[in-house]
């Protein structure tokens, strides 16, 4: 009976030790697959927040663009409502422009802008920024666009954010503001 009870206890402890490492073996592919399943919603849950940024960010730029149009269209029509109210702009002086500048300058002159060389001023005119006016309501990344769609990536150096509000002081006959102005400018930046 003892050589029966060892041979049983031997197969008894076989088994539990069978069943022992199969249990381990499944524990250990169940972490696995479970670790490699989180890896891959980890990397999911990081593209998804890239994504978002993006749509952050790109919103923020509309949000940017609108308010810049929002802002340009409020401007023309105060324009509108000074015209119909009898103050239709402001009366060009160029005795004003020649005592700030000491130069001669033409009405609606856009070279008077400091960036603004002869070329792009035959760029922006041929796409209807032909005015003062029209230039200090332009958004300075579309003028940058015309820019660089009309003359090429050369044009990639100028940097235009200057430009609408240098037109305005031009537009409202501000002279001596926009001569100080343009001294604190580094080429037009």
Request: charged share 30%; proline share 3%.
């Amino acid at each position: 009976m003892t050589e029966r009870f060892t041979s049983d206890l031997v197969f008894i402890l076989v088994v539990l030790l069978v069943a022992a490492l199969l249990g381990f073996i499944i524990g250990y592919l169940i972490r696995r697959y479970h670790h490699l399943k989180c890896t891959v919603l980890e990397n999911e849950i990081a593209q998804l927040k890239i994504k978002l940024d993006a749509c952050q960010r790109e919103k923020e730029n509309e949000i940017a663009q609108l308010k810049i149009r929002l802002d340009a269209c409020q401007r023309e029509k105060q324009a509108l409502v000074d015209a119909a109210n009898g103050k239709a702009g402001i009366a060009y002086d160029p005795g004003a422009a020649v005592s700030a500048f000491g130069k001669k300058i033409r009405l609606d002159d856009l070279k008077i802008v400091e960036g603004i060389g002869e070329k792009i001023e035959s760029i922006l005119k041929g796409r209807g920024i032909d005015t003062w006016l029209k230039l200090s309501q332009a958004d300075p990344d579309q003028i940058k666009e015309i820019l660089l769609e009309v003359g090429g990536p050369q044009y990639n150096i100028h940097e235009p954010r200057t430009w609408p509000k240098q037109a305005l002081l031009a537009h409202e006959g501000k002279w001596t503001e926009l001569k100080n102005y343009q001294d604190e400018l580094n080429a037009g930046k």
